[in-house]
């Protein structure tokens, strides 16, 4: 099984982008995913995913991201809103905690001021 981010772009400041992974096969664990991002120099973060309960934000991304997902169709969306440059990273998806085996290419979010 192979994950795929997909959506990402070149948006400007206050702008919003749709990003999305689909899944090559089935996962059974969709509910555990999660959608990280690693912006240039520093270390890979968690900032949205779905837990057994509910649905955790980091901080920075609260009220402005909402992920969201279709079991269906194997995919989980990030909707991002009022994008601000600090968001610019590159956004991968995976499952929460990690697994080694489904980091992908991930999609790049650059955001201009």
């Known amino acids: 099984v192979q994950l795929q981010a997909s959506g990402g772009g070149l948006v400007q400041t206050g702008g919003s982008l749709r990003l999305s992974c689909t899944a090559s096969g089935s996962i059974r664990s969709i509910n555990r995913m999660g959608w990280y991002r690693q912006a240039p120099g520093k270390q890979r973060e968690l900032v949205a995913w779905?837990?057994?309960?509910?649905?955790n934000y980091v901080d920075s991304v609260k009220g402005r991201f909402t992920i969201s997902r279709d079991d269906a169709k194997n995919t989980v969306y990030l909707q991002m809103n009022s994008l601000k440059p600090e968001d610019t990273a590159v956004y991968y998806c995976n499952l929460v905690p990690s697994s080694a085996t489904y980091w992908g290419q991930g999609t790049q979010v650059t955001v201009s001021s």
């Open positions: 779905f837990t057994s309960i509910g649905i």
